[in-house]
């Protein structure tokens, strides 16, 4: 399995689980714009009214891509009801080498008008020899400036069988 189907089912995962934590009751509507190898360039997500009816805008999501067309950052709006305008929250930068790829977390800072230094960081490790996947989560000691491991969980592969530790 490559790394962008990894990823790309890491993502919908999220954005499934996400939208089903949310609300057991609220539903959402999406719109996706595309750009010209296909890849999702913008996603917004609509929270649908209980008559069904109509929409009102929720989140958006702007991606960006590298030279071989992996997503290289994900940055994240809210809907700002008073202004009527989006407002950045987060921004997720991917990362990649031969055998891993790190997703790192900035909030924004609306004061300073720019995204905060990178304070949470995941490591998406593989091994296709020994059929080996781990998933590291690390928290930025601001005081020291180390990263902190928070979780660790590797995923082996044995005769078509997922062995899970955490």
Known sequence: MSITNIFTA?????????????????????NVETGKNKEVTSQTVYKVDRSGKYL????????NFDEQNRPSEKEVLKWDEEKQTWE???????????LEYSIKLAFWD????????TSEKAVYSFNNIQNYASYESYKLNEQTQEWNLVVNHAIIESDGKLLVNK
């Open 56 to 63: 009102y805008h929720h989140l958006k999501y702007n991606f």
């Open 10 to 30: 890491t993502i919908l995962s999220t954005m499934l689980l996400t939208s089903s934590l949310a609300s057991g009751k609220q539903k959402f509507a999406y």
């Open 88 to 98: 950045k929250a987060f921004r997720l930068t991917y990362q990649y080498n031969l």
């Open 110 to 117: 609306s004061k300073a008008n720019a995204y905060k230094d």
